[in-house]
């Protein structure tokens, strides 16, 4: 479950620093290649080639990823080509995701201090800008940043950065932390060791003099090593599967937990949390205690409910929006206005004037008619088309409908339990606004959630961000159940 934001999520936030730090230092032209490694297991590789001219810096990024779901393949590959001014401020990007045979597209151009953005993918396109004052750079190619600055022990930044996938801006920090001599190619090598943090996650990196780096680590389990071409390209003849991965990225407890979806009342302690106050809070979850355990790491005691029966009050169908008005609007993996949807959505809640009632048959009609399989698409509206997928599929579909049909909805990420792999997995359910926030899973046929949701961010874009900072740190101890 939860692929979308567990693997092309985590993964592309694994890479982000990876995708072309072997440059040199002054920058010139280079091509370079690594293997990406998940506790162990290639499940791919990066290439990152730069081109520098008279007037404009070209680089050339490439991650692919490999899965699979039974006979089902789950290839990932994100493609970009970022044009730099000579001072590395942005001048344009084109990123390409595809996934499945499944393409999204985002176009970037700089204009004065407005970055336009132009989002293309199946039954969507939008153009909007967004504001780019001096100082933000494109992810894809921060270790340029770096570079430029040099390498000295205990030198420190932060940089602003925009994340091209999710058109945000957010801060990494940075720090050289020591020189360390290791191996590489079977030889001893000197090198510079960087900590790089960003939106929750921290990686680890060894870099040369030159700029060359040989080796990135995450704490959720990534890594990745400087390859010639040929090993970063030979990803072995059978692709790692998708539940294999889930099982390595699962939180286990110590004891199991019986008919979990009847579960009215959990307590439970969340540790390795990032900060007090990352755990949110809602009707349904309520946080009684939180204890700081180290730099930086915390422990949270949690008493999560399942979700009462109904709302307190009956809101009529349209729900006016208010401050939740964009709730309502179209995304790029939820297209709200597109006529298939519209057309669906307004068959399915015909006559009803209950805006909850309605909500449940969205839900209902989505879980009877989407295959629970491990796959993952882009957008609602290829989980309408190919009539399968995880949760976010599931997710993505029920909120498009449900706010054509006029109710406000948002997409949260947390854990749930699962009694086939006896543990939590990363998941995304829909909160729907009624006169009061509801939580249901369409993914497991659900109209009041169980107690073992727990929710950790909202979002699709910002919520993805956040959950990088829970998956692979975060442990769970049931208190009572």
Known sequence: MKLKLLFHITLFGAALWWAGWAGAVPIVDSDDWSGTYFKGHKM????????????????????????????????????????????????RFVLLQEIMGKRQEIVG????????????????????SI??????????????????????????????????????????????????????????????VIQQKFAGMTTTLWTNAEGDILRERSLQGFESHKETEAKARDLGDEPMSVSSFIT????????????????????????????????????????????????????????????PKAPVKRVSLPVPG??????????PEIQVKHPLIRTLAKDLVEGQQDAWQAAKIIS?????????????????????????????????????????????????NGLVYSSHFKGFLYHAWPEVWVGEWRALDPTLGQHQVDATHIKLSIGNYAGALKLMEFIGQVRIELLEQ
């Open 322 to 331: 208010g401050k939740y008005r964009h709730l309502l609007e179209d995304a």
């Open 248 to 307: 390595l990225s699962l939180v286990k407890v110590k004891q199991p937990i019986h008919a979990s979806d009847d579960l009215g009342v959990l307590k439970l302690k969340l540790s390795r949390v990032h900060s007090p106050d990352s755990i949110p809070q809602d009707h349904r979850q309520r946080v009684l205690k939180t204890e700081k355990q180290g730099e930086e790491s915390y422990t949270t005691t949690l008493l999560i409910n399942r979700e």
């Open 109 to 128: 151009r700089v204009e004065g201090h407005k970055l336009i953005l132009e989002i293309t993918g199946r039954g969507f396109y939008k153009k909007k």
């Open 131 to 192: 504001d780019f004052p001096k100082g933000i750079y494109p992810s894809a190619t921060a270790w340029l940043n770096l570079m430029r600055e040099g390498f000295e022990v205990g030198k420190k930044g932060t940089l602003n950065l925009l994340v091209e996938p999710f058109q945000l801006v957010l801060p990494m920090t940075y720090q050289i932390l020591r020189k360390e001599t290791i191996q590489h190619d079977g030889r001893k090598v000197d090198t510079f």
């Open 364 to 412: 209902t009609w989505v879980y009877d008619n989407l295959d629970k399989v491990l796959v993952d698409s882009f957008t609602a509206l290829d989980a309408l088309h190919d009539r399968r997928g995880e949760c976010q599929s599931h997710t993505n579909l029920f909120t498009a409908l449900a706010r054509a049909a006029g109710i406000p909805t948002r997409v949260v």
């Open 44 to 91: 791919g590789f990066n290439h990152a080639r730069v081109e520098v001219g008279d007037q404009t810096i070209e680089v050339h990024t490439k991650m692919y990823f490999r899965l699979k779901s039974g006979n089902i393949d789950q290839s990932t590959t994100f493609t970009q080509n970022t044009t730099l001014n000579l001072d590395l401020s942005l001048k």
